[in-house]
Each structure stands twice: as C-alpha cells, then as structure tokens.
C-alpha cells in the first residue's frame, strides 16, 4: 500500500462543481478543475494521508469531516475493474433516506500518469443500498439521460454505463455484496488504524 491522490471528477459540473447543471466544458476548463482539487489535495497534511493504493483493483479513502453526510467512519473504496466508487457509512439527514447507508457511483476509475494520481470520473447513475446490502435503488438515471442529450457520452457509453448499473444492481440483489475488493479495504483501513 501506499498514499496517492485521488480526485473526484464531476464530469460536466467542471465550470461549477457545486452547481446542479450539467454542460459540456471545454478541455481548459476541465484541466484547471482537476489542476484545482489536484493542488487542494496535495495541500493537506503529508503525515496523515487520506488516499491510498492497495493494489490495482483496490482504492481506499477516509472521508474528509465534518460534512453534511460523511462521518468519523465513512470510508470510500474505488474499485476499477468493475467500474465502481463505492461509499460506506453515509449519515443523510433526512429521516426517509436514513436507511442508506451504501452509496455506490459508477465511475470510470484510472490512473492518470501525467498528474500522478487516480481519477474518478463520475459517470451519473448511482445506487443506493441499505446497511445489510438487502434493499437497493438505482437513481440519477436522469442525469445520464441529460448528460447523453449534451453530448457528454455517446450512445455507446451509456450502452456501458447501463450495464456496469445493472451487473452492481444483480450482484447486490445475489447477495454477492459487499465485493470482496470491499472485505479487504476493510482490512487495510483497519491497519491504517481507521
């Protein structure tokens, strides 16, 4: 294992990470977002690093606090091969979302040799699982349908993105869930002392 940076990529939300539009942004525009929360995350505190590299199938990250819905024990496992961000112990506010406590992205997750750090690039759908893996519900199926109209994915992209979606859903629902990728992301957090 060792320490390295990984930035959340909002794919179509570079001109205003915090906004709730989508647009398609220019390759300028991109590049001073991820330059952005690259530099933001080279900033914190080199003897306690939040993002570490298990090996190429695994990713973990403690959870940045306080924040409206991560907690002390919110951790975050990026799995590439199966194209997924999956985040553990979510706190939502809202007394009817309570019962999820998995948030799951679909993303595309890769190494990005010329910033030296992982990205995750999120690519708009996501599930939603409660504490026992039990109940799940798939949501911003919405923004991928916007993000298609745009441009920001062709067919064919969303083609995958449907089906990397649903192999999740059908895992989770065969009771195959938490991936063992996650079983031994919990076993490096605990090492790390987290």
Known sequence: MKPVPI??????KEHDPGGQ????????????HLGTKLARQRA????????????????????????????PD?????????????????????????RWSWYI??????LDDA???????????????????????VVDLDDLA???????VTTAETSQILRQTQAAVHAINRGEFPFPEIERGREACRKLGW
């Open 7 to 12: 930035i959340w990529w909002r794919y179509g």
């Open 21 to 32: 539009t989508f647009q398609l942004n220019p390759p300028e525009v991109v590049a001073a």
């Open 44 to 71: 914190e505190p080199p003897d306690a690093p939040r993002c570490w590299w298990v090996d190429d199938e695994l990713l973990i990250e403690r959870a940045r606090v306080p924040d409206p819905i991560f907690g």
């Open 74 to 98: 919110t951790r975050m496992y990026y799995l590439p091969r199966r194209g997924l961000a999956v985040v553990e112990n979510l706190h939502f506010p809202q007394p009817e979302d309570a």
């Open 105 to 110: 992205h679909v993303a595309r997750i890769f």
């Open 115 to 137: 910033r030296e750090c992982w990205i995750k690039q999120d690519l708009f759908a996501d599930i939603v699982a409660d504490r026992a893996a039990r109940e799940c519900l």
């Open 146 to 152: 916007t993000a298609l109209e745009l441009g920001l």
